[in-house]
């Protein structure tokens, strides 16, 4: 299977491009944004790399210069190095994550990846004999690393850093001042914002949440483009952090604490399996 026919794009206008894994069918798919600028192209987030994203980007002509322009810098920008969004930096030549977890990519762990994905929520295999059995993600040396309150500056365009932990250690939000727009990854999205994997830590996860309110509060965000299902707005944002801060009581540690622990012990065991094939 080529990358044109694994992924897909919608224009959202505004140098503003959503990508999907079209036969990844699970709510582990991560959306996949690219941002292009006058001077550079970010792409946020990389799925899972079962097919070259920079070739799809490539061939469809989504990194097309300007006339008379030559190709612009593309860089890879890993909200957090779970499987389903960190997969694909071992395509790109240059990546960045946030400095907390540069080790586990370095390294390819993919323990702190959470690496969990089944043949059923592949609908169609890559290629031919492949299983979810084999995948991994690969270990992948980032070229940047980030902190909070840096700029990547596309040129006409500046994504500031914000270090959102809680979801996982090296979380992060991307957010574009100028067009009150953020890109949240896992740090928020419409659903249940998961705080049981191995390196989630509730209390980080709050004080992140508290952070949100108040880009609202102050006017900063109109749009979220989040790591997975669908875009919403600053109303909806508010709502997502304030009911995960009141909900996150003692007895949601205690449950969070077991789930936590089970989920390590799986992830041991299948990263033990896919390390010994």
Same mark, same amino acid.
């Given at each position: 299977?080529?990358?044109?026919?694994?992924?897909?794009?919608?224009?959202?206008?505004?140098?503003?491009?959503?990508?999907?894994?079209?036969?990844?069918?699970?709510?582990?798919?991560?959306? +996949?944004?690219?941002?292009?600028?006058?001077?550079?192209?970010?792409?946020?987030?990389?799925?899972?790399?079962?097919?070259?994203?920079?070739?799809?980007?490539?061939?469809?002509?989504?990194?097309?210069?300007?006339?008379?322009?030559?190709?612009?810098?593309?860089?890879?920008?890993?909200?957090?190095?779970?499987?389903?969004?960190?997969?694909?930096?071992?395509?790109?030549?240059? $990546?960045?994550?946030?400095?907390?977890?540069?080790?586990?990519?370095?390294?390819?762990?993919?323990?702190?990846?959470? !690496?969990?994905?089944?043949?059923?929520?592949?609908?169609?295999?890559?290629?031919?004999?492949?299983?979810?059995?084999?995948?991994?993600?690969?270990?992948?040396?980032?070229?940047?690393?980030?902190?909070?309150?840096? @700029? +990547?500056?596309?040129?006409?365009?500046?994504? !500031? $850093?914000?270090?959102?932990?809680?979801?996982?250690?090296?979380?992060?939000?991307?957010?574009?001042?100028?067009?009150?727009?953020?890109?949240?990854?896992?740090?928020?999205?419409?659903?249940?914002?998961?705080?049981?994997?191995?390196?989630?830590?509730?209390?980080?996860?709050?004080?992140?949440?508290?952070?949100?309110?108040?880009?609202?509060?102050?006017?900063? $965000?109109?749009? @979220?483009?989040?790591?997975?299902?669908?875009?919403?707005?600053?109303?909806?944002?508010?709502?997502?952090?304030?009911?995960?801060?009141?909900?996150?009581? $003692?007895?949601?540690?205690?449950?969070?604490?077991?789930?936590?622990?089970?989920?390590?012990?799986?992830?041991?065991? !299948?990263?033990?399996?896919? !390390?010994?094939?």
């Amino acid at each position: 299977m080529s990358a044109l026919e694994w992924f897909a794009h919608k224009p959202l206008g505004g140098g503003i491009f959503w990508i999907q894994e079209r036969f990844y069918e699970s709510g582990n798919r991560a959306n +996949i944004w690219l941002v292009r600028g006058s001077q550079r192209d970010v792409v946020i987030d990389a799925g899972l790399g079962l097919r070259s994203l920079p070739d799809y980007l490539r061939d469809s002509g989504l990194l097309a210069p300007a006339e008379g322009a030559g190709p612009r810098p593309l860089l890879a920008v890993a909200t957090h190095v779970h499987f389903d969004h960190s997969g694909g930096l071992q395509h790109f030549e240059e $990546v960045a994550v946030h400095s907390a977890e540069a080790a586990a990519l370095l390294r390819g762990d993919n323990y702190e990846a959470v !690496t969990w994905l089944s043949d059923r929520e592949v609908a169609r295999p890559p290629q031919p004999g492949w299983s979810a059995r084999q995948f991994r993600v690969p270990p992948v040396r980032p070229s940047r690393l980030l902190q909070e309150g840096d @700029v +990547i500056s596309l040129g006409d365009r500046q994504l !500031t $850093v914000m270090h959102m932990p809680g979801h996982s250690r090296g979380s992060i939000c991307l957010h574009d001042k100028d067009r009150k727009i953020l890109f949240s990854g896992d740090v928020v999205y419409d659903g249940s914002m998961i705080d049981w994997l191995p390196y989630s830590r509730i209390s980080d996860y709050v004080a992140s949440c508290q952070r949100l309110m108040e880009l609202v509060d102050r006017g900063l $965000v109109e749009k @979220v483009l989040p790591g997975h299902f669908n875009i919403f707005g600053a109303e909806r944002l508010y709502r997502l952090a304030s009911n995960y801060i009141s909900q996150a009581g $003692v007895c949601h540690k205690i449950s969070a604490c077991a789930m936590r622990s089970i989920a390590s012990i799986a992830l041991r065991i !299948t990263n033990s399996r896919i !390390t010994s094939q």
